[in-house]
């Protein structure tokens, strides 16, 4: 019956009867034949699925479900919805009206699986599922994603999905999540070949390092790091490094030198992770002597710091913050057998971390105060970040303490 009602103005000064079809109390809302819809092209009619109905009008159409109430959708959002295969796609039935977003250039309808977002610059595109979800959790349009320039398409490996949108983009494969990838970070992977490189999906959003300017986002088999100094480094190898304080640092915060020492680790494809971190009262080590620190002799105070290894695994290096070593240095990376490690003052540069892990790793001193490992004092540095060279990391990949991502 309802069907063949027509669209007609609403009564006046009369509540409308409870039996008016809600796609015409829709239309009435919205001002009727006169508004920008204009007149109807078809009655009312009942959708394949013999339960919502619809009207097209001039200028765009009015759906109704009972599960969701009449919407209107038009112009080119309804144009990509059409092109779906309205209800009937995954998108199923609006459960807005077209919308205009918050950041007030663009527009929207939210449908049952997912939504249409329009604006000028980038035309009507869907976006659906886990993919939605992560791009809602960012903030839509006015995260530094903005709008979406593809609808969900398959990746080439045919096992993921992804949208691009004009400041990014978001992957998800049933392994891994929806994630985003952006900027340089974006530029390196797609460069390697997206999913199908050696590093997979992403398997997080894009972080800061440490709570530095360093940004980092993880994949299934490396990392990709960027800075505005080192550019984007692809890191396919990392070390765990465990952190306990007899001393909290008073010259760097923890954050500042490890966010220093991944800076100068990624150079070399290397990824900094910092496991754990444990106080540690011992104030009968806390100005530890180190006798000679040469790489191979520990003293007898130096074998007690280091048997300190909870949580530590094999292979895994521990930096012990200390208020001073005796004699006087910024650390010492001499270290009982099995127990990789180095200890480090409290007032240590920002890059005595690194420098002293890098003995660990297998480095020597050299006379040059452009390179990390520097025997002249790494307050003496003089081009921050510090050079690493290729047979520098050659020795610390082959040391046996950094592992393949
Ligand atoms: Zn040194």
Redesign the pocket.
């Known amino acids: 019956m309802a069907k063949t009602v027509k669209a007609a103005s609403p009564p006046r000064g009369k509540f409308p009867p409870f039996h008016i079809h809600p796609i015409i109390l829709k239309y009435w809302s919205l001002g009727g034949a006169g508004s920008w819809l204009g007149p109807n092209t078809t009655p009312i009619t009942t959708c394949p699925d013999g339960v919502g109905s619809f009207q097209h009008y001039a200028n765009g159409s009015i759906y109704y479900h009972p599960a969701t109430g009449a919407h209107e959708i038009h112009g080119l959002i309804r144009a990509r919805w059409s092109s779906l295969g309205w209800e009937r796609s995954f998108l199923g039935y609006p459960v807005t009206d077209e919308t205009a977003t918050p950041d007030g250039i663009g527009r929207y309808n939210h449908f049952q699986g997912g939504s249409i977002y329009w604006s000028p610059a980038t035309g009507a595109w869907e976006v659906h599922g886990l993919i939605r979800n992560k791009y809602a959790a960012l903030g839509w349009e006015r995260s530094f994603l903005g709008y979406p320039l593809t609808n969900e398409n398959t990746t080439p490996d045919r096992i993921g999905r992804y949208n691009h949108f004009q400041g990014g983009s978001i992957y998800w494969s049933p392994s891994t999540g929806a994630w985003e990838v952006h900027g340089a970070i974006r530029g390196q992977w797609a460069a390697l070949g997206w999913e199908r490189s050696a590093l997979g999906y992403p398997i997080s959003d894009e972080l800061s390092v440490f709570g530095g300017a360093g940004r980092i986002s993880h994949f299934q088999h490396g990392s990709i790091y960027w800075s505005a100094t080192a550019a984007a480094r692809v890191l396919r190898e990392r070390v765990r490094v465990h952190v306990k304080c007899l001393e909290i640092p008073v010259s760097f915060t923890l954050n500042e030198q490890f966010a220093a020492m991944q800076e100068v680790y990624a150079i070399g494809g290397i990824r900094v992770d910092w496991a754990t971190t444990e106080n540690l009262a011992l104030p009968s080590l806390n100005d530890v002597d180190v006798g000679s620190c040469n790489m191979g002799v520990v003293t007898a105070e130096q074998t007690s710091l280091f048997g300190n290894r909870n949580f530590v695994g094999v292979n895994e290096m521990v930096a012990y913050f200390v208020r001073s070593t005796v004699p006087a240095l910024n650390g010492c ?1 001499a270290f009982p057998p099995g127990r990789p490690g180095a200890v480090i003052v409290r007032s240590a540069s920002r890059w005595t971390l690194g ?2 892990l890098g ?1 660990v790793l297998g480095l020597s ?1 050299v006379s040059n105060n452009d390179r990390l ?1 520097t ?1 002249l004092g790494t307050f003496n540095i003089t081009n921050p970040p510090p050079d690493l060279i290729a047979s520098e990391i050659s020795t610390m990949i082959g040391s046996g303490l950094s592992t393949p991502l």
């Open positions: 990376a420098h002293e003995h001193h490992m025997g």
